[in-house]
T-cell receptor
């Protein structure tokens, strides 16, 4: 079945450091890929998405490229801020609202 | 535009009881999906309702059920509660199209004692 694997956290960085959170997936078809972020006490928010191979999703300085050959969708940001501290979830969908999520990666950024 | 509203925010129940959670989607959204979030299993899809019909269902026992009303508000019911049902239950709304952005509520934290 379909699944998403993302790197275990927590990830602890200093402000302005480079961020990479790895995400790989297994799917039988051609899924769409997403990154969602969850701030403390809040629901999930869509950060970015890509719907086909080689698409790059980007938002708020975050980027991720849909790599079909490596079945990956790694999240990157060139310079993190304290306000980026949150839990990040990689997810896939075959088109509907039934998302399959990874376990989440906690990011903690200190000043 | 108001966001997705879930009530109540917290619930404490005992084993064997049943519980009903409520979700009011963003105005104009016809799709409501429910997810269970636990530290062990992470986020898991429960079911989706679109225009008052269940359109998709995850792999959960029949004790978990839901419904959607004509105004798109949705309720989720869990009967015969078990300790393992303790979780954050998240509701998400969307217009219902393919790959549409999901808007999540803040969730209902259910504790089963």
């Amino acid at each position: 079945g379909n699944s998403v694997t993302q790197m275990e956290g927590p990830v602890t960085l200093s402000e302005e450091a480079f961020l990479t959170i790895n995400c790989t997936y297994t799917a039988t078809g051609y899924p769409s890929l997403f990154w969602y972020v969850q701030y403390p006490g809040e629901g999930l928010q869509l950060l970015l998405k890509a719907t086909k191979a080689d698409d790059k999703g980007s938002n708020k300085g975050f980027e991720a490229t849909y790599r079909k050959e490596t079945t990956s969708f790694h999240l990157e940001k060139g310079s993190v801020q304290v306000s980026d501290s949150a839990v990040y979830f990689c997810a896939l969908s075959e088109g509907g609202t039934a998302l399959i999520f990874g376990k989440g990666t906690t990011l903690s950024v200190s000043s | 535009k108001a966001g997705v509203t879930q009530t109540p925010r917290y619930l404490i129940k005992t084993r064997g009881q049943q519980v009903t959670l409520s979700c009011s989607p963003i105005s104009g959204h016809r799709s409501v999906s429910w997810y269970q979030q636990t530290p062990g299993q992470g986020l898991q899809f429960l079911f989706e309702y679109f225009s008052e019909t269940q359109r998709n269902k995850g792999n959960f026992p029949g004790r978990f059920s839901g419904r959607q009303f004509s105004n798109s508000r949705s309720e989720m019911n869990v009967s015969t509660l078990e300790l393992g049902d303790s979780a954050l239950y998240l509701c998400a709304s969307s217009s219902g199209g393919l790959n549409e952005k999901l808007f999540f509520g803040s969730g209902t934290q259910l504790s089963v004692l």
